[in-house]
């Protein structure tokens, strides 16, 4: 996973906030490569070679804790031990870490009682939230986290193959890759082709709102968009796009 250089930057010089809204496909790698970060002794966080980084790695950092509603995190009672364990300074680092796995499925009560921890809480504890969707989160809890999004290897790759095909539309010139790249789609999956289509359709929206050449592609493309939803091989897929170009 490639990190974005600013958060590379801010681990490094021990500059993260207090509390995260991680979203994306690789969020729990991101939400584990922050929590090291934090806990770090090396020079530059996270070493990967320091105790703490080493523990953090096998899950036995005893100020990195992980919260899982999917289990017991849904109940207030668990939120509640979290505030009490949050006031009680950490064991070995200069940090407290909680990872609230599946965060959106904590309740009202227990996202109320974090989102104090969040404005009131001690200095060292910082607040990884983790979610496939932030809009399942209390607004008052979103407006107060950085917002990071992790999309996993596949989705990146389908958004910049999604570019590409945008970058063909508009300038209507095709290059020696065009054709393999139009025929690499084949061996994509359903998902990902509605992945590209839809940063494709993004792009060309954002980049030729005033060309009906460009909006006639779109409206050729959109029907392929929605059969993603069917039972299609990606062949099939592959050959209606090249077609609707
Ligand atoms: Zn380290």
């Known amino acids: 996973m490639s990190l974005d250089e600013a958060l590379t930057a ?5 500059k993260l906030a207090h509390a995260y809204l991680i979203t994306g496909r690789d969020r729990f790698k991101l939400a584990d490569t922050l929590a090291a970060a934090l806990v770090c002794t090396g020079a530059q966080p996270p070493c990967g070679r320091c105790n703490a980084c080493r523990k953090a790695r096998e ?10 509603p999917e289990g017991e995190g849904t109940k207030a009672e668990t939120v509640r031990s979290l505030r009490s364990d949050a006031f ?6 200069e940090r ?9 499925l904590l309740n009202q009560t227990g996202q109320n009682i974090l989102l104090k921890l969040i404005e009131e809480g001690p200095v060292y504890a910082a607040f990884l939230f983790l979610t496939p969707n932030p809009e399942l989160l209390l607004s008052t809890i979103r407006s107060r986290c950085e917002t990071l999004r992790a999309p996993g290897e596949e989705e990146q790759a389908a958004t910049e193959d999604g570019a590409r095909l945008a970058d063909y539309i508009l300038s209507k010139t095709p290059t020696a890759e065009t ?3 139009l025929i690499s789609l084949e061996k994509r999956d359903r998902k990902e082709i509605a992945a590209l289509l839809e940063e494709t359709a993004a792009r060309l929206t954002e980049r030729a709102p005033e060309r009906p050449e460009v909006l006639a592609v779109l ?15 990606a062949g099939h897929l592959a050959g209606w796009i090249a ?3």
């Open 10 to 14: 801010r681990m490094a010089r021990r």
């Open 59 to 68: 899950y036995i950092h005893p100020d990195v804790v992980r919260v899982d």
């Open 88 to 93: 009680i300074r950490p064991n070995e680092a």
């Open 96 to 104: 407290k870490v909680y990872i609230l796995c599946h965060s959106e």
């Open 179 to 181: 054709l393999p790249f």
């Open 219 to 233: 409206d050729r493309l959109a029907p392929v968009r929605a059969a993603c939803e069917f039972n299609i091989s």
């Open 243 to 245: 077609s609707a170009l």
